[in-house]
């Protein structure tokens, strides 16, 4: 919905991220869609993520199912600029979903963790998983 704009930075082959959509668009609100694999990341787009968060990088960084540990990023002393670099030229290595609407950026894992960023929520919602969310926090 235009008067509350909601992003999601979605992987559609992550349940998390699948069930995050859904609860968004069961909530009544069409979210802007980036398939950030497929759209890739530039670095500046990254910084502003993490600063709205309130986060460094690494709070971003993916480690199972991606290279994260052949390119050495498991490593503590790996600089904020190197991970974001690494998340630039390998746009998996960030973790999903990321939302953004205007309560706020969050990285909603676990999926229910999108309800704090809405004005509205359906009533109940069930997951992949068979799991039932009800009744929301703070759903309406």
């Avoid at 676990?110 to 069930?126: G, H, N």
Wanted: glycine share 8%.
């Amino acid at each position: 919905m235009s008067d509350f704009p909601v992003t999601i930075y979605h992987n559609p082959d992550c349940g998390t991220s699948r069930n995050a959509l859904a609860m968004i668009e069961a909530a009544g609100y069409a979210p802007e869609v980036i398939e950030y694999r497929r759209a890739g990341w530039t670095a500046e787009q990254l910084e502003q993520l993490c600063a709205a968060m309130g986060v460094r990088p690494r709070a971003l960084l993916r480690e199972k199912g991606t290279p994260a540990a052949e390119l050495g990023l498991v490593d503590e002393d790996v600089s904020d600029a190197a991970m974001i670099a690494a998340m630039v030229a390998h746009p998996i290595l960030v973790n999903r979903p990321i939302v953004v609407t205007p309560k706020g950026v969050k990285l909603c894992r676990p999926s229910e963790q999108v309800l704090e960023l809405l004005e509205r929520a359906p009533a109940q919602f069930q997951k992949e998983d068979g799991e039932i969310i009800l009744p929301f926090p703070g759903g309406q």
